[in-house]
C-alpha cells in the first residue's frame, strides 16, 4: 500500500461517506511530527552561519509541551533569538530546507500552538530588551520577546504604562500582538493588537521589514492577529500611557444574565476604566469594576451605581447560605466555595500590592492568582468571542456545557473594543464579523487542579463549545492548533482560502508555525 | 545473536491502539519501536465497523482516510438489532455515518503515519522487567534478537502474548469465546446492507451479526469456546434464510479468533505492571456490540501520553497510566452499566429513544427478549459485579481501580 504524503496546508479527502462525522472538518488536528530529512546538514548550515543550536534531548525537553499541557512535541533543534538578523539568516535556511520553525514567546498556548512537532522551536525570549522610550508622544519601542510585566517594570521606572495586555506574567508582547489580548480594561482600549502602532516583522523568506498602518500596510493587516503565519515579530513600537493604579470595586451576583447585562451597560455608557466578569461555576458571579482616578470613580459612584443589580459580598454570602440550606445535597459545593473565599479573596487584597484600597500592580496580583487558584498540569480554557447581541446566549449555553463536563469552573468574560480602521485585521481572528463598536469575549475554564484527564474526553469539552459558536456565528481565541478543525467552520472555506493563498506567496515552504492555522 | 537495539519504548502489536500509541511517543521524540509478528499489511479478522468517536480519532491523528483503507461499502449508517420475536429496531450512529475499515490497510496506514519505526515479521517472545529498563526478547526469521527500553507497551490484542508473559495464568481466569465469521455470496439478501445487524437470540449464540461488505455478505457468530464454528454457523444461515428471507451461496472464505470478551463488563482490566504497560483488547477494552477499535485508539493513545508524562514528571509510569486511563474505563464500561443505559446516552447511537418509538406490545416484547438472551450469559455470573460496578459509580466519579490487574 502507498501511504501518501500530505504537503501543509493541504486537506485530502476522507473517503467515508459525505454525512459521516456531521458538522466536523475532516482534517488532522494533533500533526504528524517532521521526519527530520536533512537536519544534521540544516544544523551545520546554521552553526556555519553562526546561530547556535540547542540539541540535547534535555534542553530540546524544557519546551515538551505548553501552558496546555495536553500537546507533547519534541524539537529537532531548540535556537534562541538574538537578533532580527539571525532569525532572519534561520528562517532563510530553514525555507532552503524546508524544516519547519515554531515560535514561542512565554508558551502560553494551550492547544499546542507553540509546541514544535520536530524542526525548529524559535525561542523569542532571548530578545526581550525594552530600546526606546519616548514620554512625550507616549510610545515605546521594545523587542518582541519580552514579557510585558518586563516591559511594565521598565515603563513604571518612568511613570508610565502599557495600555492593556494579558493578566500573566509571562505572555509575551510578540506572541500576544498575534493573537489578540485582553485585558480588564479593554472594553475601552481595546485588544493589546491594537495598541501596536509599528512592527519589526522578519518574513518567513527572510527579509526585515517595517511595517505599520502607513509603511507595508498589507504586512502589517497580515501580521496583527495572525497567529504567527506571515512573519516573526522581532520588535514593536507601542502606545503607552501615564502610569495609574485602580480604584477597585466588586459586585455579586447570583444569575449570570444580570451580571453580563450589568456589565454591557457599563462598557456601553464608558461608566467604568477596568470591568470584568470573573465567576465560580454560576452560582457566585463576580462584576470587577474599577477607575483611574477618583474622579472617575465619584462619577461611576453617583450615575451608575444605583442601577447595578449586584450586592455586597456580605448580602451575597447571606443568599447563599439561604440557598444552601434549601439544598443540602449540594453541601459539597457550598463547602467548595466557602474554601474558595476564604482563600482567593486575601490574595486580591494583599498588602504588597494594595494600599488605602488602591491597587498598584494589577497583573502582579492577578497573575498570581490565576496560577495559584486556575493553573493547573493540564489547561484547556476554550472560548466564545460574540457581538454584544450574541453574548449572553453564547456564555449561558457554554456554562450549560461546563456543568455537564466538570464539577468546578469558572467563567472569565470582557469586553473588547473595536478599531473601525482595523476592520482588515480582524479577518480570521478572534474578533466576530458581526460585531461592531465592541465584541465580547468568555472564557470556560474548567478547574482541573492535580487532576489527569484524557486529551479525549478535555477534546469533546472544547468541540462542545466551539459547537455552539459554529451554531451562533461567533469566533474563538483559540482556534489554532488541535482546535483547528474549526477554522473553517466558522470562517468559511472562501475567506481561508484566501489567507492560505497569502501564505503560500509569503511562505512557500509553509515552514512558519506550520500546522497552526492551516 | 545481534547486538542489543537500545531504544526508549517498544510497542508490541501494529494494531490501532499500537499506532495510537505509537503516534504519541513520536510526537514527543521518543525512538519508539513497534514489532509485528506477520509481515505488513497483514489480514486481520475485524467486522470493521468503527463508531464515530473512532472515526474523529482516525482523522484528528493521522488525516483523512484513504480509499484504500475502507471496504465496500465505505460507510455504515447505524445498527439494526433484531428479536427472536421478530421485532427489529433501527439505530442510526450520532452524527451520521461510520467508516467501514479495511483492518489490513487501514492499520498499515496509521502505523506509518504514526512515524515509529516498524520491525514487522519479529515475534515477541519474553520479557524481563529490571526496574529502570526492559529486556524484550524476540525472534525473526529464527534469530534472537533483544531490546532494552525503558517502557514496552503491550497492544497486541486478546490473546496477548505480553499478558501472558507478565501473567500465565491470567488466560485460565477468564471465560474465552469465539467468534467467526464466514463470507457468502448474495441471491438474495432484504437486510438492509447500510447497517450492521445483530441478533439478541439465545439459540443462535453469544454473538450473532451480518453485513454487507464487498458484495458479499458476512455471517457471523460467537460463541463459547469448545463449541462447532460449523454447525453454529450453519444454524444461523438457515434462521436466516427461513425467518428473513436471506439466501446466500455457500460460503467462499471463513476466519475466526478468539475474544477476551468480558473484562469491560465487570470492570476487571488488565493494565500491566512495572514499566509495561497493556492496552487496548489486550486490556480488555471492548464496546457493547463488540466495537473495540475506538478504545483501543483512545486507550493506546492514553498509554503513549503516560509515557511521556512520567518521563517529563519523573514519575512511575505504571501509576500514571492508571491514572490517565481512568477516563476511558469510565467511558466504555458505563456502556455496560444499565443505569446509563436506561438513564443516559452512554452509546453512540440511541437505543432508548428506538425502543421507545416501537408501540407498547413490540417494547414489552423486546424487553422480554433482552432478559432471555442475557440469560444465556447466566453462568459466567457477571450479573452481581456488573450491579456493583454500577453501584458504585454512582457513588464515586468512576469504577474501582481496584479491581484491575
Given at each position: 500500500m502507498d501511504i501518501p504524503v500530505i504537503e501543509p496546508g493541504v486537506i485530502p479527502p476522507d473517503?467515508?461517506?459525505?454525512?459521516?462525522?456531521?458538522?466536523?472538518?475532516?482534517?488532522?488536528?494533533?500533526p504528524k511530527r517532521w521526519?527530520?530529512?536533512?537536519w544534521t546538514e540544516f544544523a551545520e548550515v546554521l552553526r556555519s552561519a553562526g546561530i547556535e543550536v540547542v540539541e540535547q534531548p534535555s534542553l530540546r525537553g524544557t519546551f515538551a509541551?505548553?501552558?496546555?499541557?495536553t500537546a507533547y512535541g519534541m524539537p529537532h533543534g531548540v535556537v534562541i533569538a538574538r537578533s532580527a538578523v539571525q532569525v532572519a539568516d534561520l528562517l532563510r535556511a530553514a525555507q532552503a530546507h524546508r524544516v519547519p520553525v515554531t515560535a514561542r514567546g512565554g508558551?502560553?498556548?494551550?492547544?499546542?500552538?507553540?509546541?514544535?512537532?520536530?524542526?525548529v522551536l524559535l525561542?523569542?525570549?532571548?530578545?526581550s530588551r525594552v530600546l526606546a522610550i519616548d514620554r512625550e508622544g507616549l510610545t515605546v519601542r521594545t523587542?518582541?520577546?519580552?514579557?510585558w510585566h518586563s516591559l511594565a517594570e521598565v515603563l513604571r521606572r518612568q511613570n508610565l504604562d502599557y495600555l492593556s495586555a494579558p493578566l500573566?506574567?509571562?505572555?509575551s508582547v510578540g506572541g500576544t500582538l498575534g493573537v489578540g489580548g485582553i485585558d480588564v480594561n479593554s472594553a475601552r482600549l481595546?485588544?493589546?493588537?491594537?495598541?501596536?502602532?509599528s512592527l519589526q516583522v522578519v518574513t518567513p523568506t527572510g527579509e526585515i521589514v517595517e511595517c505599520s498602518d502607513t509603511q507595508n500596510p498589507e504586512l502589517f493587516q497580515r501580521v496583527i492577529l495572525g497567529y504567527g503565519q506571515?512573519?516573526?515579530?522581532t520588535e514593536a513600537t507601542l502606545k503607552v500611557r501615564p502610569y495609574t493604579p485602580l480604584r477597585l470595586h466588586y459586585f455579586y451576583y447570583t444569575s449570570l444574565r444580570t451580571a453580563i447585562e450589568d456589565l454591557q451597560l457599563l462598557d456601553r455608557n464608558d461608566a467604568s476604566d477596568y470591568s470584568g466578569i470573573l465567576t465560580m461555576m454560576d452560582k457566585v458571579v463576580n462584576l470587577l469594576v474599577a477607575f483611574d482616578s477618583d474622579a472617575r470613580e465619584a462619577a461611576f459612584m453617583t450615575a451608575w451605581r444605583a442601577r447595578l443589580r449586584g450586592h455586597g459580598e456580605a448580602a451575597v454570602a447571606l443568599r447563599m447560605a439561604a440557598y444552601y440550606a434549601l439544598h443540602p445535597w449540594r453541601l459539597g459545593e457550598a463547602l467548595f466555595l466557602y474554601e474558595r473565599r476564604r482563600k482567593l479573596f486575601p490574595e486580591f487584597r494583599r498588602a504588597e500590592y494594595t494600599r488605602g484600597g488602591v491597587m498598584f500592580d494589577r497583573t502582579v496580583v492577578f497573575s498570581r492568582a490565576v496560577w495559584k487558584f486556575?493553573?493547573?498540569r493540564q489547561m484547556v480554557i476554550p472560548d466564545l468571542a460574540a457581538s454584544e447581541e450574541k453574548f449572553v446566549e453564547a456564555v449561558l449555553r457554554g456554562n450549560a456545557v461546563c456543568r455537564k463536563y466538570f464539577r468546578h469552573y469558572t467563567l472569565y468574560c470582557v469586553g473588547i473594543k473595536l478599531r473601525e480602521d482595523h476592520r482588515a485585521h480582524y479577518?480570521?481572528?478572534?474578533?466576530?464579523?458581526?460585531?461592531?463598536?465592541r465584541a465580547y469575549g468568555c472564557e470556560f475554564e474548567p478547574?482541573?487542579?492535580d487532576q489527569v484527564i484524557a486529551r479525549d474526553r478535555l477534546q469533546s469539552f472544547k468541540n462542545e463549545i466551539y459547537d455552539i459558536g459554529v451554531e451562533l456565528g461567533t469566533s474563538y481565541?483559540?482556534?489554532?492548533?488541535?482546535?483547528?478543525?474549526?477554522v473553517r467552520r466558522v470562517f468559511g472555506d472562501a475567506l481561508v482560502d484566501k489567507h492560505l493563498a497569502h501564505k503560500r506567496r509569503a511562505d512557500p515552504a509553509m515552514i512558519l508555525n506550520r500546522d497552526v492555522i492551516f | 545473536m545481534r547486538p542489543m537495539r537500545k531504544v526508549d519504548v517498544v510497542i508490541v502489536g501494529a494494531s490501532l491502539s499500537a499506532a495510537a500509541a505509537a503516534k504519541r511517543l513520536v510526537d514527543a521524540g521518543l525512538e519508539t519501536v513497534v514489532l509485528e509478528r506477520?509481515?505488513?499489511?497483514r489480514h486481520k479478522i475485524c467486522s470493521?465497523?468503527?463508531s464515530p468517536r473512532g472515526h474523529r480519532f482516525l482523522i484528528e491523528n493521522f488525516g483523512p482516510l484513504p480509499r484504500?483503507?475502507?471496504?465496500?461499502?465505505?460507510w455504515c449508517r447505524g445498527v439494526t438489532f433484531h428479536f427472536p420475536s421478530m421485532v427489529s429496531m433501527k439505530m442510526d450512529f450520532f452524527g451520521g455515518t461510520t467508516p467501514h475499515l479495511h483492518r489490513k490497510f487501514s492499520d498499515y496506514w496509521a502505523i506509518q503515519r504514526s512515524g515509529a519505526e516498524v520491525h514487522d515479521q519479529t515475534s515477541f517472545t519474553g520479557l524481563e522487567d529490571n526496574g529502570d529498563h526492559v529486556v524484550v526478547s524476540a525472534r525473526r526469521d529464527g534469530e534472537e534478537l533483544k531490546y532494552r527500553a525503558r517502557q514496552v507497551i503491550g497492544?497486541?490484542?486478546?490473546?496477548s502474548p505480553v499478558i501472558r508473559a507478565l501473567y500465565p495464568d491470567y488466560p485460565k481466569q477468564i471465560p474465552w469465546f469465539f467468534v467467526g465469521q464466514k463470507f457468502h455470496n448474495i441471491?438474495?439478501?432484504?437486510?438492509?446492507?447500510?447497517y450492521f445487524h445483530f441478533w439478541f437470540h439465545p439459540d443462535l449464540g453469544h454473538y450473532t451479526w451480518s453485513h454487507a461488505r464487498d458484495g458479499q455478505q458476512i455471517v457471523g457468530v460467537g460463541f463459547k469456546?469448545?463449541?462447532n464454528f460449523d454447525a453454529r454457523h450453519g444454524n444461523v444461515v438457515r434462521y436466516f434464510e427461513d425467518k428473513h428471507g436471506v439466501k446466500l451461496d455457500p460460503h467462499t472464505t471463513h476466519e475466526g479468533c478468539a475474544e477476551n470478551f468480558g473484562p469491560s463488563l465487570v470492570n476487571r482490566y488488565v493494565f500491566g505492571r512495572g514499566n509495561v504497560l497493556v492496552t487496548g483488547q489486550a486490556a480488555g477494552f471492548l464496546n457493547m456490540i463488540g466495537e473495540g477499535m475506538s478504545c483501543a485508539l483512545h486507550s493506546g493513545a492514553i498509554s503513549g501520553e503516560a509515557v511521556v508524562e512520567a518521563r517529563l514528571r519523573n514519575r512511575p509510569v505504571q501509576e500514571t497510566y492508571r491514572r490517565m486511563i481512568a477516563s476511558e474505563v469510565r467511558r466504555t464500561t458505563d456502556q455496560w452499566n444499565p443505569l446509563k443505559i436506561a438513564f443516559e446516552?452512554?452509546?453512540?447511537?440511541?437505543f432508548p429513544a428506538a425502543l421507545m418509538r416501537l408501540p407498547w406490545r413490540e417494547r414489552r416484547l423486546v424487553v422480554r427478549d433482552l432478559w432471555r438472551f442475557m440469560l444465556l450469559y447466566k453462568?459466567?455470573?457477571?450479573g452481581r459485579e456488573i450491579l456493583r460496578a454500577a453501584a458504585s459509580r454512582l457513588l464515586g466519579d468512576g469504577y474501582p481501580t481496584t479491581r484491575w490487574i
Open positions: 473517503h467515508v461517506a459525505p454525512d459521516a462525522l456531521q458538522g466536523i472538518r475532516r482534517q488532522q488536528t494533533n521526519d527530520g530529512a536533512g509541551t505548553d501552558a496546555g499541557g508558551g502560553l498556548t494551550t492547544e499546542g500552538e507553540s509546541v514544535a512537532f520536530g524542526g525561542d523569542m525570549t532571548g530578545m523587542e518582541a520577546g519580552i514579557f500573566n506574567l509571562t505572555s481595546g485588544c493589546s493588537a491594537d495598541q501596536a502602532i506571515f512573519g516573526v515579530i486556575w493553573g493547573g479577518e480570521l481572528s478572534c474578533v466576530p464579523p458581526d460585531a461592531r463598536e478547574m482541573i487542579g481565541y483559540r482556534f489554532g492548533g488541535m482546535m483547528k478543525g474549526y | 506477520k509481515a505488513l499489511p470493521g465497523i468503527l484504500e483503507v475502507l471496504h465496500e461499502p465505505t497492544a497486541d490484542g486478546p490473546s441471491i438474495e439478501c432484504p437486510l438492509d446492507h447500510e469456546r469448545g463449541d446516552r452512554p452509546h453512540e447511537a440511541d453462568e459466567f455470573k457477571w
